[in-house]
């Protein structure tokens, strides 16, 4: 059973690109959370989806950042216009059920913004 | 302000030493979890604690979750350099019954040979 992928490893833009990060989650696992690790500085929860809803994206910035969880395919995080600041790990989690709260990490992306 | 509170931030000790992180917060959660982490990769899920004073035991590893469900603590026996990494506590605290996790501050443990 294969854990959570994610891709890219390593994203590299420049100023003002978009970037696009992949999830896909464990088989079985119909809940995916996104969450950012800025450097020095812990775990921050970003979104929520299941597939085609977004549950709750209390944690994403107003603008730039957007999620989908489609019926068929990945999970994407993209976030558009990059700036410095968004240069993070971005890591995704899923889960397999509603209040649980055991969720499952992958490698994670880690986004660097020339 | 941080919801959950880890101490020590950092750690280094030798192999052979026994040691405990401690994760606390003013809120009573549901469950908490302790997460490892090493440098370049994902949190790697170590045990869910559910239970006010519940213990649980992995390998050399002990978890204990408080009676009032505000803190935890991780205890490890005879501390290899394979457990070099960032400790850290999460969960989901009551009544927001939310599943985002709010994670601890984190404790980066290093253990030399």
């Known amino acids: 059973n294969a854990g959570v992928m994610q891709n890219p490893r390593h994203l590299v833009r420049r100023r003002g690109q978009e970037a696009r990060l992949r999830c896909s989650p464990m088989k079985g696992h119909s809940h995916v959370y996104w969450y950012r690790q800025l450097p020095e500085e812990g775990l921050k929860f970003m979104v929520y989806?299941?597939?085609?809803?977004?549950?709750?994206e209390s944690g994403m910035p107003k603008e730039r950042f957007s999620a989908e969880f489609p019926k068929e395919g990945p999970s994407i995080l993209r976030i558009q216009q990059v700036v410095r600041g968004d240069s993070a790990a971005y890591f995704c989690?899923?889960?397999?059920?509603?209040?649980?709260?055991?969720?499952?990490f992958g490698p994670g992306t880690r986004l660097t913004v020339l | 302000t941080q919801l959950l509170e880890q101490s020590p931030q950092f750690l280094s000790i030798q192999e052979g030493e026994n040691l405990t992180v401690y994760c606390n917060s003013s809120s009573v959660f549901s469950s908490l979890q302790w997460y490892r982490q090493e440098p370049g990769e994902g949190p790697v899920l170590l045990v869910t604690?559910?239970?006010?004073?519940e213990v649980k035991k992995l390998k050399r590893l002990t978890f204990q979750f408080g009676d009032a469900r505000k803190d935890s603590s991780l205890h490890i026996t005879a501390a290899q350099p394979g457990d070099t990494g960032l400790y850290l506590c999460a969960g989901s605290p009551l009544p927001y019954n939310t599943d985002k996790l709010i994670f601890g501050t984190g404790t980066r443990l290093q253990v030399f040979p």
């Open positions: 989690a899923s889960s397999p059920m509603t209040g649980n709260n055991e969720q499952f």
């Open positions: 604690v559910v239970t006010g004073g």
């Open positions: 989806l299941q597939k085609e809803n977004i549950i709750d």
